[in-house]
């Protein structure tokens, strides 16, 4: 009972912190004159992309600070590392998907999905690369040198990623003109922009940590692997500001900036804590980790393939991702019975 109320309890405040967000990013980045694209793929993907990366971080460091051999928490790590990505490129396109048939009739663009191609394609393009380099190092045996390279190649691979996505792309449209936290203000101060923005956040990552105490409570209870759970539940609790703050921008027809968030997050998460992992953990990757893996590279390169055959992407072409993680939800059963 107790791990229920604290379960709904977060879920509240990561859909309502999730609302307060986007609301401030978008007026964040109109502020500073940065284009959909940058907001999307970076701001406030790598704002919501904090709460599973802590948690690899606290997982792997935690038994190294403390003087202790890696272990299990290097499993975990891994699991949380690569959970994420495969959650985003699956479940969460889906979950876009869904989002766009769902308020299809609120939508002046539909079921389609009115994106900056150009954007969103060089976002899983440059995902499929890096995620598949990041999968052949803890498939291959190198020596160390080699992953510290690759380690750091991943790191700037990152950063021009970053660089390419702020300079191009399209301009910011709509940008809310009011913060929630004072409606009545046309022009509210940056810095009670900045407060929401910050403020949103942190209770959207106190939230998603919250959630995923009941999550791992309630799947240890039922005696399933900590790999497992790392890899799957943790991830699924902790993309949940992903996927709200997605739902809210597909609501409102801003496409770009709703796939963005999808795609500019699993840009971070394939690089930035990857090269943290392939540095701190022995990085080999076997079983499910492999199969993750491989499922989130399909799922993504379909996507990828259909915008660069026709250009255009319709809430039914993301929907396969939901199949893909169903796929992995069906190993993973059979894989511990």
């Given at each position: 009972?107790?791990?229920?109320?604290?379960?709904?309890?977060?879920?509240?405040?990561?859909?309502?912190?999730?609302?307060?967000?986007?609301?401030a990013v978008e007026i964040l980045g109109g502020r500073l004159g940065m284009r959909q694209g940058a907001v999307g793929s970076v701001l406030a993907a790598v704002g919501?992309?904090?709460?599973?990366?802590?948690?690899?971080?606290?997982?792997?460091?935690?038994?190294?600070?403390?003087?202790?051999?890696?272990?299990?928490?290097?499993?975990?790590?891994?699991?949380?590392?690569?959970?994420?990505?495969?959650?985003?490129?699956?479940?969460?396109?889906?979950?876009?998907?869904?989002?766009?048939?769902?308020?299809?009739?609120?939508?002046?663009?539909?079921?389609?999905?009115?994106?900056?191609?150009?954007?969103?394609?060089?976002?899983?393009?440059?995902?499929?690369?890096?995620?598949?380099?990041?999968?052949?190092v803890g498939l291959l045996e190198l020596p160390i040198y080699l992953k510290v390279t690759v380690a750091l190649a991943l790191v700037v691979a990152y950063g021009v990623?970053?660089?390419?996505?702020?300079?191009?792309?399209?301009?910011?449209?709509?940008?809310?003109?009011?913060?929630?936290?004072?409606?009545?203000?046309?022009?509210?101060?940056?810095?009670?922009?900045?407060?929401?923005?910050?403020?949103?956040?942190?209770?959207?990552?106190?939230?998603?940590?919250?959630?995923?105490?009941?999550?791992?409570?309630?799947?240890?209870?039922?005696?399933?692997?900590?790999?497992?759970?790392?890899?799957?539940?943790?991830?699924?609790?902790?993309?949940?500001?992903?996927?709200?703050?997605?739902?809210?921008?597909?609501?409102?027809?801003?496409?770009?900036?709703?796939?963005?968030?999808?795609?500019?997050?699993?840009?971070?998460?394939?690089?930035?804590?990857?090269?943290?992992?392939?540095?701190?953990?022995?990085?080999?990757?076997?079983?499910?980790?492999?199969?993750?893996?491989?499922?989130?590279?399909?799922?993504?390169?379909?996507?990828?393939?259909?915008?660069?055959?026709?250009?255009?992407?319709?809430?039914?072409?993301?929907?396969?991702?939901?199949?893909?993680?169903?796929?992995?939800?069906?190993?993973?059963?059979?894989?511990?019975?």
């Amino acid at each position: 009972m107790i791990v229920a109320v604290e379960f709904i309890g977060a879920l509240v405040r990561i859909v309502v912190s999730a609302a307060f967000f986007t609301n401030a990013v978008e007026i964040l980045g109109g502020r500073l004159g940065m284009r959909q694209g940058a907001v999307g793929s970076v701001l406030a993907a790598v704002g919501t992309a904090l709460p599973e990366s802590m948690i690899a971080v606290v997982a792997i460091m935690g038994p190294i600070l403390a003087g202790g051999a890696p272990g299990g928490g290097a499993e975990i790590g891994i699991g949380a590392i690569l959970g994420a990505p495969f959650m985003l490129a699956t479940l969460a396109l889906f979950v876009v998907g869904a989002a766009a048939i769902f308020f299809r009739n609120r939508r002046e663009q539909g079921t389609r999905l009115g994106i900056d191609t150009g954007t969103i394609s060089r976002d899983l393009g440059s995902f499929l690369i890096v995620f598949a380099v990041a999968a052949g190092v803890g498939l291959l045996e190198l020596p160390i040198y080699l992953k510290v390279t690759v380690a750091l190649a991943l790191v700037v691979a990152y950063g021009v990623y970053v660089r390419n996505t702020f300079a191009s792309g399209e301009d910011m449209e709509d940008t809310p003109e009011k913060l929630l936290i004072m409606p009545r203000r046309q022009e509210p101060p940056f810095a009670a922009v900045i407060f929401q923005t910050l403020a949103s956040l942190g209770i959207i990552v106190a939230g998603a940590h919250f959630l995923v105490d009941a999550v791992e409570y309630a799947a240890e209870g039922l005696g399933l692997p900590a790999g497992l759970i790392a890899l799957i539940l943790a991830p699924l609790a902790t993309e949940l500001p992903e996927k709200f703050n997605s739902i809210f921008w597909v609501r409102d027809g801003k496409d770009t900036l709703a796939m963005g968030n999808m795609t500019g997050a699993m840009m971070f998460q394939s690089t930035i804590p990857v090269a943290f992992g392939i540095l701190f953990t022995p990085w080999n990757l076997t079983g499910l980790n492999v199969f993750a893996v491989a499922l989130a590279l399909v799922s993504a390169g379909l996507v990828y393939l259909m915008l660069r055959r026709s250009g255009k992407l319709s809430a039914g072409h993301l929907l396969a991702g939901g199949l893909f993680y169903l796929a992995f939800a069906v190993g993973a059963v059979v894989a511990i019975v």
